[in-house]
């Protein structure tokens, strides 16, 4: 019988057309079209994060992005979210370490307010003292829920602030409690004109729009802005770690756990396929070996090792993590051993053809899974783009996971997961008592 | 372009089972849902969990494949085998992609029809739920939404967490597994969808070949529909924590049931309330004029009996009890005052232009194909989704707030440290200090 070509798995193209455009002032478009829904995501990207800070403004990043939302000269607090999301518009935001980035998915018929209102933002911001003290309250707020009551968020803190000693991957995106306190207006300001023009940002827009009218768009908001030209960053590199560091953190908790990071590579590194397919044979699905050894058998909550998968990856060397929640009645140190023992085994013993074909085919449901929507493609190219400086790697994502070979995936075990490179923070259980003499938490 | 609603097709097999499908062009990809309505509403009282713990069990074992073999099949094709029970139905659910969809097929139908029940993992899901709830209770944001849960509906239906509480992993066996498999998962009340690149004659001739011969057990028990008789008392309810910096506040009422004329009134009003991000009043009042958190939404649990209307935030301890006075006003201000006819419209305009959205992926798609049937909504919901959003008037709006808010009625927990935020809070009226949930 033959099918309607739609409906047929063996005709679907998996490629990612990408239309790009420079304007003069430094500015890059990158057009994703795609007429499937009459959606699109509007994507803009400014090429700085927490990468970019200085020891006492840990976190002026993340504060910033909120200060993204709080009003222009024409429009009131939290107005630029209400209009747009009055257009059936997903508005938000977020911050990592390489950059930051807001987005709106929206019905394509409203793609050109969006572009205004981006492009207003980035010109007629307008912050007063009581707005940024407001919303410093609300970042101050944010990070308690994230980092200090969160089960194991100061101690995943502790294990970055411990595994890097020059590199600004040490400190949290969302700053450190005492650094946001000290924050003032004027630093936000000056940060704002540092980082907050055309020569640093890229926009995307994926989804249903053709790329002229997309670079017309653009080219009226925002080509007219000029830019100072591309900020210049020191490159820091992490030096190799010669030896195991670990760490205790001790708080309120019903269970004992441990988290262990591994200095292992960028995005730009061709080692991260590898190092991601190794994370997916170690604990993606429940016949991935950690859970089988680990999980099934009930003597932990949790145990993943876990790479951020390309482009999701950090731009410079990231930490693979292993992150273990034992059960109530797990003996810790016993556990660690045995997990340390299992990547031994890994290491000699190799993994099977099986496995690894396993790992792929997960990873490839995946990225497929994720292409049916225009904000995941919109990510994927742009995250290329900023980290890489080569958005068309998006399309070469399936061939590079197709390419790795049981002795990679050994090799990379042997090189990076290796006792002296090994950060260990364990969190030890205290009574609300001993963790009040410990000191406030913060 | 426009947008085109997808098609449903139906089709109802002898023994009841219901198939409903939709073609879908955008990726290779297929989500296969088997839908039982019924689910962890009928757990018995001391065996909270009983619907969850059934269906994860189904993923441990068939009569042909071990766990870790039916894992490595599954999970050679790339796929993903998922159980779970939430209230009012129970979904298992294996997505894949489509060139795959047969083999997919089979193994759904195999391990809903021919479970194994191996005694031998028993002993095993149990440790895995003791350490799984052991971490979740470190979580206050989880600690509190279960402890209002149970605090507010007590022994009712509703009132225990769908994965178990702490009694059920020493009151649950496995004959209460099989037991529950055996009443509730009959064909008469199960339903499959099926959303994916794969043509509908396909679809339905796999379905007819794997599924006609499977009647399932039953009968299942009757749909719990009622209001629960005894509800907690209003008033402020605190669970000391001195550990915390923050208070999670949780503070409701008993809602409305899902087939409720009011259904898109209330939607609507709510979604000004508290469901509209920064486009809300809690929204705009606790963070955005006052800084006192970074998160707040209210939420309608529209269930086939009346579910909870709850509000949740979290703020440094210090200010509890300014922010649940703050909310109660914001709640009382609603349902006094209506919503203005630009909030209306705005909110309106978003329910319709975010619509789109909602049918890019397949399992979007499946789930709200998957709910138009667990609450018989009718086939042509979605292609009349926009139009019943559209057609709401302001008067109507007002109306459902004005009749289905209780600012003056509402439970109120906070789980965070006593010692800063209880005298502030016994200005608002009686504190009840709770030692356990």
Known sequence: ?442 | MTLRVPEIYQVLLPTGLELLGVEYERVPWVSLTCMVKRGAETDPPDKAGAADWTAEYLTLGTVRRSQRQLAEDVESLGAQLQARAEYDATYISLDGLAEDFPVLMEILAEVVQTPGFPPEEFPLLKDRRRAELAQMLDDPRELATRSFRRLFFGGAPYGHATRGEPESLETLALADLTAHYAREFSAKVTSLVVVGMVPQDRVEKEVRRLWQGWPGGGPASPAYTAAPERLAAPGVYLFDRPELTQSEIRMGHLGLPRHHPDYFPLRLANYILGEGGFSSRLMARIRSDLGFTYGIRSRFHFRRAPGPFMISTFTPAENTARVVEEITGVVRDVQEKGVTAQELAEAQSYFVGHFPQSLETARTIAHQVANLSLYDLGLDYLAKYCERIQEVTLEAAGLAARTHLHPEALSILVVGPAAKCKSALENLGGVTLLTRI
Request: aromatic share 8%; hydrophobic share 40%; proline share 7%.
């Open chain 1, 1 to 442: 019988m033959t099918l309607p070509a739609t409906l047929e798995p063996a005709a679907w193209n998996p490629t990612i057309c990408i239309v790009p455009f420079y304007f003069d002032n430094g500015l890059t478009l990158l057009v994703v079209p795609d007429q499937s829904v009459p959606v699109v995501s509007l994507q803009v990207h400014y090429q700085v994060g927490s990468r970019n800070e200085l020891p006492g403004i840990t976190g002026i990043s993340h504060l910033f992005e909120h200060l993204m939302f709080r009003g222009t000269e024409e429009l009131g607090p939290e107005e630029f979210a209400r209009i747009l999301q009055a257009k059936g518009g997903e508005i938000n935001a977020f911050t990592t370490r390489d950059h930051t980035s807001y987005f709106e998915n929206l019905p394509s018929e409203h793609l050109e307010l969006a572009l205004r209102l981006e492009a207003d933002r980035l010109v007629h911001l307008k912050l007063d003292e009581e707005n940024f003290r407001t919303e410093r309250d609300v970042v101050l707020s944010e990070r308690k829920l994230r980092s200090v009551d969160n089960p194991l968020g100061l101690v995943e803190e502790q294990l970055f602030a411990t595994a890097y000693t020059q590199h600004p991957y040490s400190w949290p995106i969302v700053g450190w409690d005492q650094d946001l306190r000290r924050l003032t207006l004027k630093d936000c300001l000056a940060y704002y004109r540092t980082y907050y023009h055309p020569g640093n940002m890229t926009i995307i827009i994926a989804g249903d729009v053709a790329p002229e009218a997309a670079r017309d768009l653009v080219g009226r908001y925002f080509g007219d802005i000029p830019s100072p030209g591309r900020p210049a960053f020191p490159k820091v590199i992490e030096p190799p770690q010669r030896g195991e560091r670990r760490a205790v953190f001790k708080k309120v908790s019903q269970v004992e756990a441990f988290l262990a990071g591994f200095h292992v590579v960028g995005l730009d590194h061709p080692d991260v396929y590898s190092l991601t397919l190794l994370s997916a044979v170690l604990s993606l699905g429940k016949a991935s070996r950690l859970y089988q050894e680990f999980v099934r058998p009930g003597r932990v909550a949790e145990l993943e090792a876990y790479l951020a998968p390309p482009p999701w990856t950090a731009q410079d060397p990231d930490l693979l993590v292993f992150r273990a929640i034992a059960a109530p009645g797990t003996d810790l140190p016993r556990l660690e051993k045995d997990l340390w023992d299992s990547l031994e085994r890994l290491k000699t013993e190799g993994v099977s053809e099986m496995e690894l074909a396993r790992a792929k085919k997960i990873l490839k449901a995946q990225t497929v899974q994720g292409l049916a929507k225009n904000f995941f493609r919109g990510l994927l190219v742009g995250l290329f783009h900023l980290k890489t400086g080569d958005a068309q790697r998006v399309n070469d994502i399936l061939n590079c996971y197709g390419a790795v070979t049981r002795e990679d995936l050994v090799r990379v075990a042997r090189e990076y997961l290796r006792e002296d490179n090994r950060t260990v923070v364990t969190l030890q259980p205290v009574s609300p008592e001993e963790s009040q003499a410990l000191g406030p938490l913060a």
